[in-house]
């Protein structure tokens, strides 16, 4: 999951962009990267860290140009290498920057095609990289001296014909433009919106409405399923559908986690999706436990607090803050390795004593992955003097890795894949544990756009929407995704001397 900004302003967008990273970080803090146009000369600056640490006062002066993409990343199979900081750059044709969100499930035949048949080189293992060459190629063999918004409108349907997995892409073309899309299956989510200046018009295009919110521009529209959205150096801006067969299948976990709940992605407020799935888990507990001597619901900060908080008034319970989450500390469910998550899960949490000695304590996450997390705060929740520990999850047991660009582990590190929740609950060591019905999950997001007919619910259900993940390529997703692999993959990285050549080195 990586969050992507692109401005076509008036004046210099540096500033706007690393104020969009900003917004977007909670979508990874591993690296961050800009990259400016200007009278032809791209100018960049990325690294590893968060958007903070990689841009100094130094590095924004030289990013000038009215033009721009941004990028912040998480690794989706656990390298940090700075080599692979977006975005990423390709000469030819005219010059192409891209930052990409999700993950192509094809990529390993895409690269040979690209060397074999569209003799280019790819530098990396990225599959960022290998959409960024399958754009630019397509684009080139167009041969025209100067593209047209058609041009970029052909040469995004020929991504589509040959790319698969969920991704939304935005691409600057020096000296033309930028063009942002998306999936056919809409799996990522992207957004794009006006603000008006005294110079003119003024457009953005980002993975969620938050990045247009917080600087002033007004959401349009989501970029549906499949299509495109081009905007000149002049500010004009240009839509088409370039896909064959589009069907919005939004990922669900976005609702679940992802997104900040201040966004809306496809119509549907987040936020009412959260309260929606406290309410409906709420109701489950009723009808388990109608009796419950539930005593407070407490949220395991901070995405399930919004589902807490709805769950808590449905059940007629109080609502308590138990837990204080230390914001300096990286998400859990990322980091490469399962000694460096149990370690980091006591430097994020501390317990407030008095929300928990001596009261039946219902705590409640947005979801349990690995149960690592959810397993040390049950013991902190005895340690502090509870006298029941029951959990709640917002969504139903995570099941199944993710293959369209959220790093979920290899199924046999998921605690739930291959379990009973009974089997669950005695592993995390609750007293009872509640998840959330998957048809529950859909109609919190459905009912806030009806014309949505599904979502990606894979790492729930195991099913594909793409329709090309086999065991095999479960297989090879595992070894690159296990804990040992990430291990060693992060040995290498700390023992290589990576060149990465940004405007300097500092």
Request: glycine share 8%; charged share 25%.
């Amino acid at each position: 999951m990586c969050g992507i900004v692109g401005i076509v302003a008036k004046s210099n967008v540096n500033q706007d962009l690393y104020d969009a990273l900003t917004v977007l970080q909670h979508r990874g803090q591993d690296a961050a990267g800009i990259v400016t146009c200007d009278n032809g000369r791209l100018n960049q600056r990325k690294g590893n860290g968060l958007a903070k640490d990689v841009f100094h006062t130094r590095h924004m002066q030289r990013l000038t140009g009215n033009i721009g993409v941004g990028h912040v990343r998480y690794p989706t199979a656990g390298s940090s290498s700075p080599a692979l900081a977006q975005p990423f750059y390709v000469n030819s044709p005219y010059g192409i920057s891209l930052a990409h969100n999700g993950n192509l499930t094809n990529a390993e035949e895409l690269s040979k095609e690209i060397f074999q048949t569209d003799l280019r080189h790819l530098n990396t293992d990225s599959d960022s990289e290998v959409l960024l060459n399958i754009f630019a190629h397509e684009l080139q063999k167009l041969g025209k001296l100067a593209p047209s918004a058609e041009d970029v409108f052909t040469a995004v349907s020929g991504v589509h014909a040959r790319c698969r997995g969920g991704y939304g892409a935005i691409a600057m073309v020096a000296n033309y433009g930028i063009v942002g899309f998306r999936d056919p299956n809409g799996i990522r989510p992207m957004v794009f919106g006006s603000r008006e200046s005294e110079a003119g018009t003024e457009y953005m295009i980002a993975s969620e409405s938050v990045a247009l919110d917080g600087l002033g521009f007004k959401l349009l529209r989501d970029i549906a399923p499949g299509e495109a959205v081009y905007i000149d150096m002049d500010g004009n801006l240009e839509s088409r559908q370039c896909a064959a067969e589009a069907k919005a299948s939004p990922c669900i976990f976005e609702h679940v986690y992802f997104a900040r709940p201040d966004s809306i992605m496809d119509g549907v407020s987040v936020y009412k999706s959260r309260l929606r799935q406290g309410e409906k888990l709420a109701a489950k507990v009723l009808a388990l436990r109608p009796d419950h001597d539930i005593d407070v619901v407490v949220p395991i900060p901070d995405s399930s607090r919004i589902a807490g908080q709805s769950m808590a008034h449905k059940l007629g319970v109080k609502f308590r803050e138990g837990l204080v989450k230390n914001r300096y500390i990286g998400r859990t469910f990322i980091m490469p390795g399962q000694s460096q998550r149990k370690k980091s899960v006591k430097q994020k949490l501390n317990t407030i004593g008095l929300e928990f000695k001596d009261k039946n304590v219902m705590l409640v996450d947005d979801s349990i992955v690995r149960g690592t997390t959810c397993r040390q705060i049950i013991e902190m929740a005895r340690d502090a003097g509870a006298a029941k520990v029951y959990f709640a999850s917002a969504a139903p047991p995570v099941r199944y890795p993710n293959v369209y660009g959220i790093d979920m582990p290899a199924a046999d590190e998921l605690i739930a894949h291959g379990r009973s929740e009974q089997e669950v609950c005695d592993l995390i060591g609750a007293d009872w544990l509640v998840y959330q019905d998957l048809d529950d999950l859909v109609a919190s997001s459905a009912e806030g756009n009806q014309e949505i007919t599904q979502f990606d619910c894979s790492v729930f259900n195991g099913e594909y929407i793409t329709g090309d993940i086999d065991d095999q390529y479960l297989d090879r997703i595992a070894a690159a995704r296990n804990d040992k692999s990430k291990s060693l993959q992060a040995e290498t990285e700390d023992g290589a001397g990576i060149a990465l050549h940004n405007d300097d080195a500092s």
